[in-house]
């Protein structure tokens, strides 16, 4: 079974500011990697996902993530948010004949002006 | 918008009752997931469908069913309410069985 941790429960970033959002997964099998966004009360919506391939994905937004396999881990950057970042952002992993997606708890980024 | 649907927006019941929640998959795609977000739990998977049969099952409680119908639509079956079962169930599509899973708007079930 696959397992995320997402490092930061609340993240608390300025306007203009760059944010990184720690993500580190446990699987005993190749991995692939997701990062949604949820605004307030709304569903989820994907920024970026690592299948296979470069390990630098980029996504919706400006974010990008980083796949480092040796560390385990899919971080999530942006280099300069903007108040509308303002949301919940979920890590997720899922794997080869293991199709459900396995979701950390959850880091709220809020950005300030 | 993602193109997944889910009927009803919300929904306020009692304890002990019984409630469906319904959810149209995005076009051309053959699978549904069904996801429960609540806040002591988080995000937790709890069934998949392919092309109408149960592919996957997560941490769902016997008192929970779904289906998927010919036309591919899903639908999420709660039985003998509890307070516990207040949450936002997600309804996730995807083409086939590997591909990236888009989520619709969700359903928020209170139950009093």
């Known amino acids: 079974a696959q397992s995320v941790t997402q490092l930061d429960s609340q993240v608390p970033v300025f306007e203009e500011a760059p944010v990184e959002l720690r993500c580190n997964y446990s699987?005993?099998?190749?991995?692939?990697l997701f990062w949604y966004v949820q605004y307030p009360n709304q569903g989820l919506q994907l920024l970026l996902k690592y299948l296979s391939g470069s390990t630098l994905v980029k996504g919706i937004n400006g974010f990008e993530a980083e796949f480092n396999k040796s560390q385990t881990s899919f971080h999530l950057r942006k280099p300069s948010v903007h108040i509308s970042d303002t949301a919940e952002y979920f890590c997720a992993v899922s794997a080869p004949n293991d199709y459900k997606l396995s979701f950390g708890a959850g880091t709220t980024v809020t950005v300030r002006a | 918008d993602s193109g997944v649907t889910q009927t009803p927006k919300h929904l306020i019941t009692a304890t002990g009752q019984r409630v469906t929640l319904r959810c149209s998959p995005r076009?051309?795609?053959?699978?549904v997931y069904w996801y429960q977000q609540s806040l002591d739990q988080g995000l937790q998977f709890l069934i998949q469908?392919?092309?109408?049969?149960?592919?996957a099952k997560g941490n769902i409680l016997e008192r929970f069913s779904a289906q998927q119908f010919p036309d591919l639509h899903s639908e999420l079956n709660l039985s003998s309410l509890e307070l516990g079962d207040s949450a936002l169930y997600f309804c996730?599509?995807?083409?086939?069985?590997?591909?990236?899973?888009?989520f619709g708007p969700g359903t928020r079930l209170l139950v009093l």
């Open positions: 699987s005993s099998v190749s991995v692939y």
């Open positions: 996730a599509s995807s083409v086939g069985i590997e591909e990236t899973q888009y």
């Open positions: 469908y392919y092309n109408g049969e149960e592919r």
């Open positions: 076009s051309g795609d053959l699978s």
